[in-house]
């Protein structure tokens, strides 16, 4: 294990960064949350590496990357039943588009 | 250069390169299928790292499931958005210029801590992980309170999907 910390944090900072561009520029809503796993996984990373380098003999990393995971599975559920649904009664997943809330 | 460094450089190359194509690549199917090859990739930075139940809660969970549900969506909704045309926006460059704004200065301030130049303290021998993390999860004195939380947000989600999929509720 002789890899610094910071290249860990280096490569989730930037599989972040590639989320956030995913998220922010795509016009389709699947694609949007595609972008979301990425960012989730990036602070995966970041948890995990953290518990590995500081304090492997307390859990809290591994703990919290769990409750991550929980987080990203609900998240998706109910995102993608949202963007069905949409899709059901206005035929369309561009996010432009699924404006029926706007002022 | 060690062994260990070289294969996070691959690892590392694998992810980011599979996350590029998922948010650049125009078939939808496509980016849910490079985003399956990102996921595996982190699983085997966990399994890197001694995480090893991480990593199979990894493929089971995110592979298994997520990016499953993902392909399922891409099915179901596909005619809209054809393959075809722009799949991002007109003013693309904004979230680019972001994106790298952000990259610029996470990179700028995790290499200002030298702190974080550390390698890896040892292993303690001796110690279970696995069993570790399975009696933190319940013990009332580590993390019981935020695990309950996550199965009640779950149990919410679990019944907010079905609810807003169904469809005519009368």
């Known amino acids: 294990m002789s ?28 694609a949007i949350l595609l972008g979301v796993e990425l960012m989730l996984n990036a602070v995966n990373i970041n948890l995990v590496a953290f518990w590995r380098y500081l304090d492997p003999a307390k859990m809290t990393g591994q703990v919290f990357a769990i409750i991550v995971f929980a987080v990203a599975a609900a998240e998706v559920a109910v995102g993608l039943a949202l963007i069905i649904s949409v899709y059901r009664s206005r035929k369309t997943v561009v996010a432009d588009e699924i404006d029926l809330m706007k002022w | ?46 399994a890197i790292l001694q995480a090893g139940f991480l990593a199979v809660v990894q493929v089971v969970v995110y592979i298994g499931a997520i990016a499953i ?33 952000i990259l610029g200065g996470l990179v700028f301030l995790i290499l200002g801590q030298p702190d974080f130049g550390r390698t890896a303290v040892e292993m303690p021998t001796g110690v279970d992980t696995l069993r570790n993390l399975g009696t933190a999860l319940v013990s009332p004195d580590a993390f019981v309170l935020p695990f309950e939380v996550a199965s009640i947000l779950l149990l919410a ?11 005519n509720k009368e």
């Open chain 1, 3 to 30: 890899t610094p910390l910071s290249w860990y944090l280096i490569l989730a900072a930037a599989l972040f960064s590639i989320g956030l561009f995913g998220v922010l520029s795509r016009k389709n809503a699947i």
């Open chain 2, 1 to 46: 250069m060690t062994a260990d460094q070289i294969i996070f450089l691959l690892c590392a190359a694998l992810i980011l390169g599979s996350a590029l194509m998922t948010v650049t690549t125009r078939k939808l199917i496509h980016a849910a299928l490079w985003l399956v090859a990102a996921l595996f990739g982190v699983a085997i930075l966990f």
């Open chain 2, 69 to 101: 549900l993902f392909i399922f969506a891409v099915m179901l909704t596909r005619r809209v958005v054809l393959d075809k045309g722009q799949q991002t926006r007109s003013n693309w460059w904004i979230p680019a210029l972001l994106g790298l704004l």
């Open chain 2, 157 to 167: 989600a679990l019944v907010g999907a079905v609810y807003i999929a169904t469809g």
